[in-house]
């Protein structure tokens, strides 16, 4: 390879490097955590290899929490947030970019982008009061419902866009010369087409659910029903401090791995989902 | 065909969301009874009905397990003898003071909780909500069964609105193999000896810079207020007047326990500037061996460093904290109440729970477990106390210690964090402001809070 090419690969991978790095650290530090020793977790300087490697917090770890309980429930939200946004959402955004000229149409997209304006915490408080007067406090219900409200205007303006770029209209045109009703199109054409922006959407309603705390921290206060996320702060004590760093970094390896799981078999779809109509083509 | 297909999608849809729904189900029924608890009066029970009350408590200790077993343990045994059934929750501190306002404001309410802030709790929660009166309780387990921290907290208004039982005070953390270094033989007793032991273990680099500091606040990011009003206590001054009508710090001894609050950094060099760093975390940094001393550690702080920093174990001790005299008050104290909800379904089965709850040997049992202290003069008198070099330093600190909350309405708001005006105070006298402008700020902010 010819120095002028070398060099700017050469300066394309350092830039990817540090960036790798200044993103996998704090990773890095939780997986590294995980596997030491109690007595080195706290030294200063602190060691960036453990000197010896220890896995008891990964046995630990199963009889301090209920993890397990903590993780399905996670895992019953999540998909079920991602069902109903994922149904809704291509539903809706099909319908907003196949007839963006109707004014409820138009009314809906400045509806759900407005939506995205208003910071969450704002209606916290009502929406609380609602919650509890229609005893959905303390259930999965009241957690799937809130979910899905915030996560289906984003993924209804995710998957518009998808429907948008890349399915051409007039593929559908011929479809209906051909006899092929309204549904049909939506169903035997658009859908199968939009796999990896519905991919993408499912990918982003399944982490959204998954990560979410605030919500959950406070409409639960049934321990059976906590979701990881809440759960993992079982280790933070009365004063706010964690007198059990291992075992906290060792359940986040934990908690974490299903959504690096996800997205090591579904990456492609989110890439292609996100990126289509990023560019007028 | 248009509209068939339509027909099928919609009912896919309704189908869809039932299943959901259906599912959920589950969730709701195994969830906390309290949700058609505010409908009913309270105390208002069917004998032929199963009794279950639902209780509310904040996470302590350092081991999560420990307290489910506990509670786990608890919660049969008094079914086994009454009949009833406890379905507890363990609410984390992130949300406790949520959680216990929306209580208190129609939100959903547990029959019992731990509560904290007291007063404040009482006058939101008005006549329909927040916690009941228990004189009954109070007057059955003895009047006089607590220290004064614990009655302060739970005595309002001439009522008892719950029965005390956890208390908290604070002492002097130290490096007993640091002191042996130094050729300390004894904790510091006054101020100019913490500033003059501090010194003899504060150590630094060429360039001037502490590589291990004598002594660091106990903080969570970044917050004094506590420390101060330790030291407060310590220079006999008091935040309140003895009816807690009025502030009453803008006096010699608010200024002298400020002033000394920000010299140890500022004039003494004992402990490092980064120490106002909200994520610098004084105990982590006295398991790094970078901290000789941490004025104003809790109870719990033994089982973090055993767990976190077991080279550590045998050479920490702890002591009852320095004043400016070398007498008198010298930390702070709190007491937590077990109160009972006036939106209960069974008044008596709570009152019932919170008295096993609170008898002696389950709060010997609750302390040893969760590495807290008592507000109960008789689980404090007990041997596990007494005899235990590290918790009998806050044994001694108990009789040396004023109240760390005032029990009035708007103590949560005059102590928030970091905008009330305690907090504010010590952030600005921290960073450099003129401290006799910084108090008459707080002053004139707290009063008019207090109006």
Not at chain 1, 224 to 244: E, R, T, V
Not at chain 2, 83 to 95: A, L, N, R, T
Not at chain 2, 262 to 282: F, G, L, T
Request: proline share 4%; net charge neutral; aromatic share 12%.
């Amino acid at each position: 390879m010819s120095s002028k090419k070398i060099k700017p690969a050469l300066k394309h991978y350092a830039v990817m490097a540090v960036t790798s790095v200044f993103v996998l650290l704090p990773f890095y530090w939780m997986v590294i955590t995980s596997i030491k020793p109690s007595n080195e977790v706290m030294l200063s300087p602190p060691t960036y290899f453990p000197k010896v490697l220890n896995i008891q917090n990964y046995i630990d770890v199963w009889s301090t929490l209920p993890l397990l309980k903590y993780m399905s429930n996670s895992l019953f939200v999540s998909v079920m947030t991602t069902i109903i946004c994922v149904a809704l959402a291509t539903l809706c955004g099909y319908s907003i970019s196949r007839f963006s000229n109707r004014r409820l149409q138009k009314s809906s997209v400045v509806l759900m982008l407005l939506s995205q304006l208003i910071p969450g915490v704002l209606p916290f408080i009502s929406f609380y009061f609602i919650m509890f007067n229609l005893n959905l406090t303390n259930t999965y219900a009241g957690l799937i419902i809130a979910y899905s409200m915030w996560g289906i205007p984003f993924c209804t303006l995710m998957i518009k866009s998808y429907f948008t770029s890349a399915i051409p209209v007039s593929l559908e045109e011929s479809a209906t010369i051909d006899g092929c009703t309204r549904f049909g199109i939506f169903f035997r054409i658009a859908l199968p087409i939009s796999l990896p922006g519905i991919v993408a959407t499912a990918i982003f309603s399944f982490i959204l659910a998954w990560n979410e705390f605030m919500w959950a921290s406070v409409i639960l206060s049934n321990n059976d029903l906590k979701p990881a996320s809440i759960g993992i702060y079982d280790y933070i004590g009365q004063f706010g401090g964690n007198s059990n760093m291992a075992l906290t970094m060792t359940t986040s390896v934990l908690i974490t791995l299903p959504a690096i799981i996800l997205f090591a078999f579904l990456q492609k779809y989110l890439i292609s989902g996100l990126t289509a109509g990023a560019v007028k083509g | 065909m248009k509209k068939v297909v339509r027909l099928i999608g919609v009912i896919l849809a309704v189908t869809m969301m039932v299943a959901v729904f259906t599912a959920c189900g589950s969730g709701q029924q195994s969830s906390d009874s309290t949700q058609a608890q505010n409908t009913s009066s309270a105390g208002s029970t069917n004998s032929n009905e199963p009794r279950e009350i639902s209780f509310w408590i904040q996470k302590y200790g350092s081991d999560p397990a420990a307290q489910e077993t506990l509670l786990k343990e608890m919660t049969a045994d008094f079914e086994s003898k009454t009949g009833i059934k406890v379905k507890y929750s363990i609410v984390d501190w992130g949300q406790a003071l949520n959680k216990l306002t929306l209580a208190c404001t129609g939100g959903e309410a547990p029959d019992v909780a731990d509560i904290f802030f007291t007063a404040s709790l009482i006058q939101m929660g008005g006549d329909k909500y927040g916690p009941m009166e228990i004189d009954d309780v109070a007057k059955e387990m003895g009047e006089d069964s607590w220290f004064q921290a614990g009655k302060d907290e739970a005595y309002q208004n001439g009522h008892w609105y719950g029965i005390p039982w956890r208390f908290d005070t604070r002492v002097l953390l130290y490096n007993t193999e640091y002191f042996k270094e130094a050729g300390i033989t004894s904790a510091p007793k006054t101020w100019d000896e913490l500033v003059s032991v501090g010194k003899k273990l504060t150590k630094t680099d060429a360039k001037g810079n502490i590589t291990r500091a004598g002594l660091a606040w106990f903080n969570m990011m970044a917050r004094f207020d506590q420390t101060w009003f330790s030291l407060l206590g310590g220079a006999g001054g008091s935040l309140m007047d003895a009816e807690f009508k009025s502030p009453t710090f803008n006096t010699q001894a608010g200024i002298d326990s400020l002033t000394f609050l920000r010299d140890v950094n500022e004039k003494y060099k004992i402990a490092v500037p980064n120490m106002v760093d909200p994520s610098y975390d004084p105990v982590a940094e006295f398991m790094a061996g970078k901290v000789a001393m941490v004025f104003g550690v809790t109870a719990e702080t033994k089982n973090n460093i055993e767990q976190q920093a077991p080279q550590l174990k045998d050479k920490f001790a702890s002591a009852v904290m320095p004043s400016k005299s070398g007498e008198g008050a010298s930390s702070i104290a709190f007491s937590a109440p077990i109160a009972v909800f006036k939106t209960t379904k069974d008044a008596d089965a709570s009152k019932q729970w919170v008295k096993y709850f609170c008898n002696t040997e389950n709060q010997l049992k609750a302390s040893k477990t969760l590495s807290l202290l008592n507000s109960s003069k008789a689980v404090m008198s007990d041997s596990y106390f007494s005899q235990d070099a590290w918790l009998s330093a806050f044994v001694n600190q108990s009789d040396r210690a004023v109240a760390g909350d005032m029990p009035i309405a708007q103590w949560s708001q005059i102590d928030a964090w970091p905008n009330g005006p305690l907090p504010t105070l010590c952030t600005e006298v921290i960073a450099g402001k003129d401290i006799q402008q910084s108090i008459d700020k707080s002053i004139k902010e707290f009063e008019n809070l207090m109006k």
